[in-house]
């Protein structure tokens, strides 16, 4: 295991992170209203970005990765935690979406644990599969919220949130596993 430097720790990248978890988790808690939703978007905006600016500033390194995938999980979970308490996504779809991103959270730490410091590495699939689950849980949302106002549009939102799902997945969700619990079993044939 690396050990850490503050200048790992105390990074802009690693306060960007924070900040985007900390508009996820409150604006995930009030996922029923536009506001709620916005801060929801602007928080995982800000998880997006938070890699970009570590490159640009140099700020990269393993504990920052960590943080980031950490913080996504985080993110994801809530949001999940808050649309199951508000009813305001299906059951189905966001037991799948834990379900896969479980997988891979899972696979992950063995693979780090039983590696090396690549194997941390997302796969793109992984990534596919997080921005099509993101894109679902926040169409969800709006779709709850047109509930009352537009029932034409929080359908179109519900389809679209649907099929955000089925393809983040069932698709890419099930791809990036798959890739992720090879990379932990050949971990374990190497060792051998």
């Known amino acids: ?25 409150h604006g995930s808690a009030r996922a029923d209203t536009g506001r709620g939703i916005t801060e929801t978007v602007i928080g995982r905006l800000l998880d997006l970005l938070d890699g970009k600016v570590a490159r640009m500033l140099n700020q990269s390194s393993e504990f920052g990765a960590g943080i980031d995938a950490a913080f996504d999980k985080a993110g994801i979970l809530a949001i999940g935690i808050n649309e199951w308490r508000g009813n305001i996504a299906p059951k189905p779809a966001l037991l799948a979406i834990a379900a896969q991103n479980a997988v891979n959270l899972v696979a992950t730490a063995v693979a780090t644990r039983l ?4 194997d941390l590495a997302p796969v793109l699939d992984g990534k596919t599969a997080m921005a099509y689950q993101n894109g679902a849980l926040g169409a969800y949302a709006v779709s709850a919220l047109l509930r009352r106002r537009s029932r034409g549009w929080s ?22 596993s798959r890739q992720y619990v090879t990379r932990v079993v050949d971990l374990f044939r190497a060792r051998a």
């Open 1 to 25: 295991m690396a050990s850490f430097k503050a200048s790992d720790v105390l990074t802009i990248p690693n306060a960007i992170s924070a900040v985007g978890l900390g508009l996820v988790l």
């Open 115 to 118: 590696g090396s410091d690549d």
């Open 155 to 176: 359908l179109a939102f519900r389809i679209i949130a649907d099929a955000d799902t089925v393809i983040g997945t069932g698709y890419f969700g099930v791809k990036a």
